[in-house]
């Protein structure tokens, strides 16, 4: 553990790849070389400052947050930690990489306006809506039920980071992932406990961190987490197959983070399985060359998937609906009074059997026979 801190600038090759250091996150990150880390998801200190006990209508006590570690002289204090273990992430971060920060009410709005004082750009706010939380035992406010994550990337003109959007729509049945996210508390077999009690106070559930690291990871990648906890981030990334790096002040949280990734079984399936091509990066294909390759024929209708709208095809890739001519993108969009629409998502053609078939189908295959050559003949 000494090692690590007494290292002022070690080589990218001495990364402490899938392991755990123990030590304050700040000097830590300073013995990491500079754009090192592919991803950062962050669960610092919320600063609760909790004053009185919390107690339920039985009076028993809650076993919230009110561990050393959340506790903070005040706030120019939180805000001087923060700045300081932010900065170093940018540094490490590698220059096509993104940071996720989690906070409450408490603290989020700190953390969010310190990031973009240091350079880092805004992606998304992603509301986690907790579908099973804690009561308002007090009644005197409203049910808090969510924590905020910030998505930011390391500078406003970084062009490339990534973001597996295709994944993502799988993962909500076919539609574009929302910002708001609902997940229930860690409870049950998952919640970590020693002598019955939490062993962490703030655990996350492993859903979140899942969602998280397969929208903005690739298998392999190094994914920073520089408040480990428990090891969710750890746990995670073992099973998606991404590298991890974790620092953790409290001795008793490593020993248990160690204990709960040695435990997780070997993986039985090959990065195919976690991986979602995305259409983006794969060969571009026009709607011409499917009709000069004679996937699709002149003067054949295409469909929208209620069969409600009907267009046919133009020998110069056009599409004809009534009066309308233009682009399979462009008739989708006026089909549906919309000003843009993507129309490989749009238009169906009929196969021999009558069964409407997506043009975008038509596509790949087009793309394995013509491009990725993997067809006979």
Request: hydrophobic residues 35%; glycine residues 6%; contains cysteine.
């Amino acid at each position: 553990m000494t090692q690590h801190l007494q290292q002022q600038k070690p080589a990218p090759t001495s990364l402490p790849l899938n392991d755990i250091i123990q030590g304050n996150c700040i000097e830590v990150l300073q013995t990491l070389p500079a754009c090192s880390v592919n991803l950062i998801f962050a669960d610092p200190p919320y600063n609760l400052q909790l004053r009185n006990e919390l107690l339920r209508p039985n009076q028993t006590i809650v076993d919230g947050v009110d561990d050393d570690w959340d506790h903070f002289s005040d706030m120019a204090n939180y805000d001087a930690f923060t700045r300081a273990w932010l900065h170093e992430c940018r540094r490490v971060l590698k220059d096509d990489g993104t940071i996720w920060v989690i906070g409450s009410y408490h603290n989020i709005f700190r953390v969010g306006a310190i990031l973009m004082d240091l350079g880092y750009w805004m992606l998304n706010d992603v509301i986690w809506h907790k579908t099973n939380p804690m009561p308002n035992f007090r009644g005197t406010r409203f049910q808090n039920a969510t924590e905020t994550l910030i998505w930011a990337k390391k500078a406003a003109e970084q062009k490339r980071y990534t973001f597996n959007y295709h994944a993502m729509k799988h993962l909500n049945d076919d539609k574009q992932m929302q910002s708001v996210w609902h997940i229930p508390l860690c409870t049950g077999p998952e919640r970590i406990k020693v002598n019955g009690r939490k062993a962490h106070s703030t655990q996350k559930p492993e859903a979140l961190l899942y969602r998280v690291l397969l929208a903005s990871s690739n298998p392999g990648d190094i994914v920073l987490d520089p408040f480990f906890g428990s090891g969710t981030t750890g746990a995670v990334a073992t099973k998606l197959r991404r590298q991890y790096i974790g620092i953790e002040q409290e001795c008793d949280y490593v020993e248990l983070a160690r204990s709960r990734i040695a435990a997780i079984p070997p993986t039985l399936f090959d990065d195919a399985a976690i991986i979602t091509p995305s259409k983006r990066s794969a060969p571009r294909v026009q709607f011409g060359q499917l009709i000069e390759a004679r996937y699709i024929q002149i003067g054949q209708p295409v469909y929208s998937k209620k069969r409600d709208i009907v267009a046919t095809i133009k020998a110069d890739s056009h599409l004809c609906w009534g009066d309308q001519v233009g682009s399979i993108h462009k008739i989708a969009a006026l089909a549906q009074g919309k000003t843009a629409y993507n129309g490989w998502e749009y238009w169906y053609y009929e196969d021999d059997t009558g069964q409407l078939i997506s043009i975008d189908a038509l596509r790949e295959q087009y793309r394995a026979c013509h491009i990725t050559e993997d067809c006979d003949g």
